[in-house]
């Protein structure tokens, strides 16, 4: 007992002396490093993309749904992109398609997402004071904010951004006179990705380090919220894949600029032959998609971390198979890495490896059905609080399962050879990718919005902004697929040049006016967000009554997290509506020995270890060791 | 239609919006009986129900009013194959589609905020667990081997008596090139002798006899109907990809390495005009790999006719060497020596050429007729 006094009196007095150190506003909210901050930082970086992202979506609606429409209104905004007759110029068609691609998945859906609540839960919901190393957070948020810079810029320039779809695939963008996006713009995007890349890297080390070894007290794995699990899963994919693409990237930049041969081969452009031969677009096609695919999944495992914990929250349940749902996004994420060829079925690829890779990437259907069913027994039996964040996540499983289905037909080889870039695969992704993820990204705003300003959002204008976005995405991507079925293929300016793409005009137009609508939508959010920092209803300390350790913390969580000493951990973070017990939530501190009318048999053998939970210290960066 | 779809979607969030403002207000007077931790929390409880039927009801009526669309049966038997598991795929998927959602929607409204009622501590089942991993494993299983089946004929080596054709893209169109009327045989090619100027824009090497008689097309593609065809797929500049979207036809272009895709079109032109009551249909050939500013234009016009109409129209190709010659006489000297005498056969300009135009002539139409 004393060494616990000697900690407590150590904790006192090392908190104190932080408030002495007063930091000045740079150190505090620009250059911090906290992790709170550095989430927020994320968080802002990550809305502001994703309007940027979304805006430069309605204008290419604009074109697929309104072609010949007249868009001399938008030349104050885009000069000379407008011509003279007032129509989008197709290689700034094609910039945007790029942008709006790269932007949202490495911007909005990696960073955002997984920068933005790793960086907020992870040390919260673990019980660490703050990240591993905070100078290296804050290093990883700034090279990102860099990379976005750049990529900003880009956007500017007169020969216009990146422009060969965000898949970059050479040879169209190694050579800068095949296309004017790939002139300055492409190297702009290769610079600001391998900025990325070093940002999201220090980010997924540090998000590993953090979980594996600043745990708190009684932290076991097995007793780690799913979110935690997801963030770590995602961190380790990051490690392991994004180095792959920065090679890649690399090596795109020697054929451009120092006249090597990796990706080219027998060119013979603008009147001239290039000596280049020997080297080959499928390696950076192979070399890419081994990050491509698991990217994916660095996009919807935090958004399904997210959704696990919101789930069990206000459905006042267990989360449905605990163990299966680890066990599940270690298989999808095992599997992540050897499935990236069914991207490149129809590229010339050996058939055999083209049929390998269906059969693998269809057994990923399997860890994912699972969950699916998981969700779906949570919510059985439960007693659901409709809070805007829940909301989300059950939105979420619905897109996660009805995106995911046609994933199954698109694995198959034979039936891709037909489906391959057309609108099916756009309208596939976009469900199960980029809408899921972006419903996971909101429902944690809503979820842990209290913890991160200290006052809540307004629920109903989360729910009208959840029903309005809910319905907006079927609306736009469930057409998208009968698009893809009449044979439309993506990338394409117009469709008015073929026969086969005279069909569809009109559904056409209604995905458009979808899109833009659904993009409205997104105000409300916008509005209630920043409203509410400043006039929101001040928040209590635990407003969804839930378990993890985050909402221990003081409404307005200072530097160091907890005052005084870091609670232990006795139990899982899903003891919700415990038979025996009087209140339907046990959160992860409270002791068994404090709660023996709902224990479980088993469960009073752990009472015996909650003394020697109660002695360890060793993780408190606060406390001397 | 757009009309009509438009109308639904204002319908649709009309309700939305009216439902959930209205109980807004109701729920605000009955709060104090309910006492759901958050605002509307049966008013979002009861959405769910309406999402689910609205939301079937559009994807029912919305799926019949699009088939229309969709694209014709397909005119080669492997596409109909694809085709026919492709709405077997879809069916199943269908089915998963819609009960899953119904668990989902249904549970949320049914399981939604009772005061004073208690969840159920439902933490795990194995048994059950188990059975949800084995019933998708096993129909996993089966659809791979039905798309294996598949995958592994059309992806096999095109058959002898196929019909060779090279197609190549380049920024912004396709460059089509036949074997000739003579021999039927393509000749080799040289990325480096490439020559836009000097009518050679597939670069074709002339040191390779067989491909004096090589002719190419930029416009038109013309395939005997029944007979397997043999694309040899090349590129010039950058990945483009070869897309015939009613033979279900799909093969990446990639400079330096040549592709291949075979099939057979089994409907003509003229049948499907035909069938689909359209006098104007066409086969088309689109690119489906960004490939730059124009990517969205590269139309090629696929003709699929009889052997004896495919012939004809190959009689009044005209051979490249020929253009080639007739622009630029000095061209033969380009040629190996022991060649020259026959690649002379070619050139309709020189002194002696009255006959051996004619007998070219005559040669190509004896070559054709013997075949």
């Not at chain 1, 309005?468 to 439309?488: E, K, N, R, W």
Request: aromatic residues 14%; glycine residues 8%; hydrophobic residues 50%.
């Amino acid at each position: 007992m004393s060494v616990v006094e000697a900690n407590l009196g150590h904790d006192v007095h090392s908190h104190d002396e932080h408030e002495h150190h007063e930091l000045n506003f740079w150190r505090q909210y620009i250059f911090s490093e906290d992790h709170k901050v550095i989430a927020k930082q994320y968080m802002i970086t990550g809305i502001f993309w994703a309007i940027i992202g979304a805006a430069m979506s309605v204008i290419f609606r604009l074109q697929l749904g309104f072609p010949g429409a007249d868009l001399s209104w938008l030349k104050p905004f885009l000069g000379d992109w407008i011509t003279e007759t007032g129509a989008l110029d197709p290689n700034f068609y094609l910039a945007l398609v790029t942008m709006h691609g790269t932007i949202m998945v490495f911007f909005v859906l990696t960073a955002g997402l997984s920068g933005t609540f790793s960086n907020f839960l992870i040390p919260l919901q673990v019980g660490a004071r703050d990240m591993a190393s905070g100078f290296l957070n804050m290093l990883s948020f700034w090279l990102f904010f860099v990379s976005g810079l750049l990529m900003f810029i880009s956007i500017f320039l007169e020969t216009g951004p990146a422009a060969g779809g965000w898949v970059i695939y050479p040879p169209l963008s190694a050579l800068p006179q095949a296309h004017m996006g790939s002139e300055m713009g492409m190297t702009l995007w290769l610079s600001s990705m391998a900025i990325f890349i070093m940002s999201s890297l220090l980010g997924s080390l540090n998000y590993v380090t953090t979980v594996i070894n600043l745990r708190t007290r009684g932290m076991t794995f097995t007793r780690l919220p799913l979110t935690i699990w997801a963030f770590l899963i995602t961190a380790v994919l990051g490690i392991i894949s994004f180095p792959v693409l920065l090679s890649a990237a690399l090596l795109l930049i020697f054929d451009r600029h120092f006249g090597t041969s990796f990706y080219l081969s027998e060119i013979y452009i603008n009147g001239e032959a290039l000596p280049n031969v020997g080297g080959s677009p499928i390696l950076f096609q192979h070399l890419f998609w081994f990050l491509g695919h698991p990217e994916v999944y660095i996009v919807l495992l935090p958004a399904l971390g997210i959704t696990s914990e919101v789930i069990a929250t206000n459905a006042r349940k267990p989360i449905f198979g605990y163990r299966a749902m680890i066990a599940s996004i270690m298989a999808i994420a095992f599997l992540a890495f050897i499935v990236w060829a069914h991207h490149m079925f129809v590229t010339g690829m050996n058939p055999f490896l083209g049929s390998i890779f269906m059969f693998l990437t269809l057994i990923i259907a399997v860890p994912s059905a699972v969950k699916a069913f998981n969700y779906i027994t949570t919510l059985w039996r439960g007693n659901i609080v409709f809070t805007p964040g829940m909301l989300f996540s059950i939105g979420l499983v619905s897109l996660f399962v009805s995106g995911g289905l046609t994933g199954i037909i698109l694995g198959n080889s034979a039936l891709d050879i037909q489906l391959h870039d057309t609108y099916f695969v756009v309208a596939h992704f976009h469900i199960v990718m980029g809408a899921a993820s972006a419903f996971g990204f909101f429902a944690g705003i809503y979820h842990w919005y209290p913890k991160m300003f200290g006052r809540m959002l307004n629920s109903t204008l989360g729910q009208i902004h959840f029903w309005l976005t809910f319905a907006g995405v079927y609306l736009v991507f469930m057409p998208m697929h009968y698009i893809g079925i009449a044979g439309f293929p993506r990338r394409y300016y117009q469709f008015t040049s073929f026969d086969f793409g005279k069909s569809f005009t009109d559904l056409n137009m209604f995905v458009s006016i979808a899109a833009i609508f659904t993009f409205f939508a997104q105000f409300i959010f916008l509005w209630n967000f920043f409203y509410s920092m400043f006039k929101g209803k001040v928040a209590p300390q635990n407003p969804w009554n839930s378990n993890t350790l985050e909402w221990t913390t003081p409404v307005n969580v200072g530097h160091g997290n907890w005052v005084g000493e870091i609670p232990a951990v006795y139990r899982w973070p899903y003891d919700y509506s415990k038979p025996g017990s009087d209140v339907d939530f046990i959160p992860q501190n409270i002791p068994h020995s404090q709660t023996l009318e709902s224990n479980f048999p088993h469960e009073n053998e752990y009472i015996a270890q909650e003394k020697e939970i109660e002695a360890q210290n060793y993780n408190d960066q606060f406390a001397s060791h | 239609m757009i009309y009509l779809v438009g109308l639904l979607l204002v319908v649709l969030l009309g309700i939305a919006i009216a439902v959930a403002a209205k109980l807004q207000k109701v729920m605000g007077s009955t709060q104090s009986e309910s006492e759901a931790p958050v605002p509307n929390n049966k008013a979002n409880g009861a959405l769910w129900l309406v999402f689910l039927v609205g939301g079937s009801v559009a994807m029912v009526w919305s799926y019949l009013a699009s088939q229309d669309a969709f694209l014709p049966e397909a005119s080669s038997p492997h596409g109909r194959e694809t085709d026919s598991q492709f709405w077997l795929d879809m069916g199943l998927l269908t089915i998963a589609f819609f009960i899953v959602n119904f668990l989902l929607f249904f549970f949320s409204w049914k399981y939604q905020y009772k005061k004073g009622y208690k969840a159920t501590f439902y933490p795990e089942n194995h048994k059950l667990e188990l059975i949800w991993t084995a019933i998708p494993a096993v129909i996993m299983a089966s659809l791979v081997f039905l798309g294996f089946r598949s995958w592994t004929k059309i992806m096999s080596d095109a058959p002898a008596d196929s019909q060779v054709v090279e197609i190549m893209g380049k920024q912004f169109g396709w460059i089509v090139r036949y074997g000739g009327v003579q021999d039927n045989k393509l000749g080799g090619y040289n990325y480096k002798l490439i020559d836009d100027n000097n009518n050679n824009p597939s670069g074709i090497d002339y040191s390779d006899e067989a491909s004096f008689d090589d002719f190419i097309n930029v416009s038109e593609m013309h395939v005997e109907v029944g007979k397997p065809v043999s694309l040899k797929i090349r590129a010039r500049d950058v990945l483009h990809s070869v897309y015939i979207p009613h033979m279900r036809v799909k093969m990446d272009a990639v400079p330096g390495m040549p592709t291949k895709f075979w099939f057979i079109p089994d409907k003509s032109t003229e049948q499907m005009r035909a069938e689909t009551g359209n006098p104007n249909f066409d086969y088309e050939i689109a690119c489906t790999e960004v490939c730059g500013r124009g990517h969205f234009a590269m139309r090629l016009r696929l003709i699929v006719e009889d052997k004896a109409s495919v012939d004809a129209w190959k009689q009044q190709q005209k051979p490249v060497l020929s253009t080639i010659l007739e622009a630029d006489p000095k061209f033969i000297t380009k040629i190996p020596e022991k060649l020259r005498a026959k690649a002379m056969n070619y050139a309709p300009y020189v002194e002696e050429a009255d006959s051996t135009t004619a007998s070219t002539g005559s040669a190509a139409a004896a070559s054709a007729s013997m075949r």
